[in-house]
């Protein structure tokens, strides 16, 4: 067990192996190797054993579950949420997830309804860039992955409310709805 204290620079390590180069400030892991390769980092919080065992420079991430590599090794500002056996279960702010993305604040810190033209909020569930659910007013005229959805918050009748991308590019199809 590490604990290191210095007035000027503090990082907390509870367990083994964990950043011998370290020169970043204000860290905390807890577990065998978390943030192990950390180097100039700062503010990260790691709990679980091998948690961040990958990250380097990155700063501002929470990563909590065993096993899990982690953010990118420059990534900041991610946070991660793993089982025990290294599966992210929740990630936000990494472009790198292989699992369920919310890349958009939803009822924890609502977004504004953004016109339909512009790149708008969205949930996405993979890593093909730009497939998911979006939302906004107007009809879409944006970017997305084919299948990818949009619902109008100002669609006003049965061939109006949602849209599908059927291009992979800025082409969105109506669906009709029953009334």
Request: proline share 4%.
């Amino acid at each position: 067990m590490t604990n290191v204290f210095n007035p000027i620079i503090t990082n907390i390590r509870v367990g083994t192996q964990e950043a011998p180069n370290e020169s970043g400030s204000y860290n905390i892991g807890i577990g065998f190797g978390s943030l192990a390769a950390l180097t100039t980092g700062s503010y990260n919080t790691n709990l679980g054993s091998l948690a961040s065992n990958s990250l380097t420079t990155g700063s501002y991430n929470t990563v909590i579950g065993a096993q899990v590599s982690g953010p990118s090794a420059s990534a900041s500002n991610v946070v991660i949420l793993a089982d025990g056996a290294g599966q992210s279960r929740f990630d936000y702010g990494s472009t790198t997830a292989a699992y369920a993305t919310i890349t958009a604040p939803l009822a924890v810190n609502p977004v504004a309804i953004a016109a339909g033209s512009s790149a708008t909020p969205a949930v996405t569930f993979s890593t093909t860039a730009g497939f998911g659910i979006f939302f906004g007013s107007g009809a879409p005229s944006f970017t997305a992955a084919q299948g990818s959805l949009y619902i109008r918050s100002d669609g006003n009748s049965t061939s109006t409310r949602l849209y599908v991308n059927t291009s992979g590019s800025t082409t969105w199809t109506n669906v009709t709805t029953a009334a």
